[in-house]
């Protein structure tokens, strides 16, 4: 008669066995080798830490087994196993004379015990096992069913992670901030718009250290002349703002747009992704980017604009609503809709990705997008509160704080259209003269940063979609963990 107690107890060491194949990330089936009442090998299923198919914790038990007894054959043993063996396990059991198998889950897709086939009985082998099954079954089953469920919910996972983008807000997506969100399984993107081509590659080449697959964003230049004297009577609207932070006073800076010198620097990195802003680029670098395999991305604020993405050879269209924070990517007259609407007349009109944003704040927003045809959802506002965003301290405190949307649509720190937390700024500069874009953008700079120095939330610009109060702070990881 079979020793039920004794098989129950050697079951339970390959269990073990099992959950630390488990904590490994491998398959959790364990086995042992029993020898005249004694363990002499012990293992677990190494597929995935080793890389090799033949890591079968049946095949590593019987190679421990073979150099303990100094045999290849492994008469008067028996070997407990979680799972029912596969066709290799099974040959190789039966090439080691292993007299008897005991095992405890069936597998109806792999077993060659007795689910499949019966190799383990089939009499025209010149070598046949007894065997029990069943033993600890329920147990051997559970931690194999636990494993698969998430292993299922962190491939549902991994897919989710990749239909959402980090939103590119010059001056804040630091790289720091697009390796963080690469690391939380997203794809990041740098915004390069104002930056010179010498300090784009070093950006560029900062997050190339960890990795190549991110967005880089660009501006593509507007044709918008201005002239000194407004720029003269636009900063003098400014000076009484300077003199309250004690700023002296400061010749006009030079108005400066590296665009070109911007795409040599990007082709020549070899990243992944490139998206444009305020407009298509020329034709020249659509096609040289298209040769290296770039995926380009443009930003669309109206049906007009999509269509005209999609001529130029975009390959995904950024969808943009009017919820959204900061300056959006329009460059053409049109109807500024809600992303819900405009997300749907842009589906209607283009036959490429699109990827949805403007006010994504939450799972369920992600959830909404998503099932409404987009590709992916670009978040920014969502993370301007986390550790690794380059936001200054004020920005992020004001954020927290807000409870609801205090966002107004403003000309006064950039010259374009944006949208921010209102402050005195914003307030008194509505009748004022602004420079156009971008030459209020470079007369606002040293007001805005010494604002900013100074933890002085009425002269700084705080861009923010209209679910700016749903930020939340934490590292990068963290909040994304909670959509």
Not at 37 to 44: C, E, R, S
Not at 196 to 204: D, G, S, Y
Not at 325 to 334: A, I, K, M
Not at 401 to 416: C, E, H, I, P, Y
Request: proline fraction near 4%.
């Amino acid at each position: 008669m079979r020793d039920f107690s004794k098989d129950a107890y050697f079951m339970q060491l390959a269990l073990d066995e099992a959950k630390q194949a488990a904590r490994l990330g491998e398959v959790p089936i364990g086995a042992i080798i029993v020898y005249k009442d004694q363990v002499i090998a012990n293992t677990h299923n190494l597929c995935e830490t080793t890389q090799n198919p033949t890591a079968h914790a049946e095949l590593l038990a019987i190679e421990q087994a073979c150099r303990y007894l100094d045999d290849w054959r492994l008469e008067e043993t028996t070997l407990y196993v979680t799972l029912e063996p596969c066709p290799m396990c099974a040959g190789a059991i039966l090439q080691a004379r292993i007299p008897r198998v005991v095992y405890g889950a069936k597998d109806d897709k792999a077993g060659c015990v007795h689910s499949l086939y019966e190799l383990l009985n089939d009499e025209r082998f010149n070598h046949q096992c007894r065997v029990t099954q069943g033993v600890l079954a329920p147990q051997c089953k559970q931690i194999l069913q636990h494993f698969f469920a998430e292993v299922r919910a962190q491939n549902k996972r991994r897919k989710r992670m990749q239909t959402i983008i980090q939103a590119p807000m010059a001056g804040v997506s630091t790289p720091a901030f697009v390796i963080a969100a690469h690391e939380a399984g997203i794809l990041g993107s740098f915004g390069a718009g104002y930056l010179t081509a010498e300090q784009t590659k070093l950006a560029i080449d900062e997050i190339k250290k960890v990795t190549s697959r991110f967005v880089v964003n660009v501006f593509v230049p507007e044709n918008i002349a201005f002239t000194t004297a407004q720029m003269e009577e636009a900063y003098r609207a400014i000076r009484p703002f300077e003199r309250q932070l004690n700023l002296h006073e400061q010749p006009l800076p030079e108005v400066q747009q590296h665009f070109h010198s911007q795409l040599e620097v990007i082709l020549e990195a070899g990243i992944s992704h490139v998206s444009f802003t305020f407009g298509i680029p020329p034709a020249i670098w659509i096609e040289r980017f298209k040769k290296r395999g770039v995926t380009l991305i443009g930003t669309a604020t109206t049906v007009e604009e999509a269509i005209v993405n999609e001529r130029a050879g975009m390959d995904m269209i950024v969808v943009q609503g009017i919820e959204a924070g900061g300056h959006r990517g329009t460059f053409l007259t049109g109807e500024q809709l809600p992303l819900k609407q405009l997300l749907k007349n842009v589906g209607r009109a283009v036959n490429i990705p699109l990827i949805a944003a403007g006010g994504i704040a939450t799972k369920a927003h992600i959830d909404y997008y998503l099932a409404k045809g987009a590709s992916a959802v670009q978040i920014g506002t969502a993370l301007l509160a986390t550790d690794e965003s380059g936001a200054s301290l004020i920005h992020k405190q004001t954020l927290l704080a807000n409870t609801q949307d205090t966002t107004v649509l403003t000309r006064a720190f950039s010259g374009k259209t944006a949208r921010g937390i209102t402050n005195t700024f914003i307030q008194e500069m509505a009748c004022a003269p602004i420079a156009p874009y971008p030459a209020q953008h470079f007369l606002t700079a040293r007001l805005r940063s010494e604002s900013a120095k100074q933890h002085n939330a009425q002269f700084v610009s705080m861009w923010s979609g209209v679910n700016g109060h749903l930020a939340q702070a934490g590292s990068l990881k963290s909040v994304i963990e909670t959509l």
